[in-house]
């Protein structure tokens, strides 16, 4: 099992940044990917971001340029660094973790950006 602690929501105006943070912990070896997803009121759940045990990285049309991804390994902790944000950010973000055919997530963390 794989346990997943996201942090750093909130509310913020349009053009401001955030960034959250997701921790995992417990069976960690052989993770293959880690990213994030977000749901909006009434819509599905949508990939944002992902990144690669290699590095390698992948975002979503609505987000490139504004927000980056990244991971510390050492601390089995990704991240992701979103700026400029707008009212259509506003959504519950969950933090994705794949090893091997499993999947894993997190609690979901609240994102509200405000016009």
């Known amino acids: 099992q794989v346990q997943l602690v996201e942090s750093g929501g909130g509310l913020v105006q349009a053009g401001g940044s955030l960034r959250l943070s997701c921790a995992a912990s417990?069976?960690?070896?052989?993770?293959?990917?880690m990213g994030w997803y977000r749901q909006a009121p009434g819509k599905q759940r949508e990939l944002v971001a992902t990144?690669?045990?290699?590095?390698?990285?992948n975002y979503a049309d609505s987000v490139k340029g504004r927000f980056t991804i990244s991971r510390d390994s050492a601390k089995n902790t990704v991240y992701l660094q979103m700026n400029s944000l707008k009212p259509e950010d506003t959504a519950v973000y969950y933090c994705?973790?794949?090893?091997?055919?499993?999947?894993?997530w997190g609690q979901g963390t609240q994102v509200t950006v405000s016009s």
């Open positions: 994705n973790v794949l090893r091997g055919i499993d999947s894993y």
């Open positions: 417990g069976s960690i070896f052989s993770i293959n990917r």
């Open positions: 990144i690669t045990r290699g590095g390698s990285t």
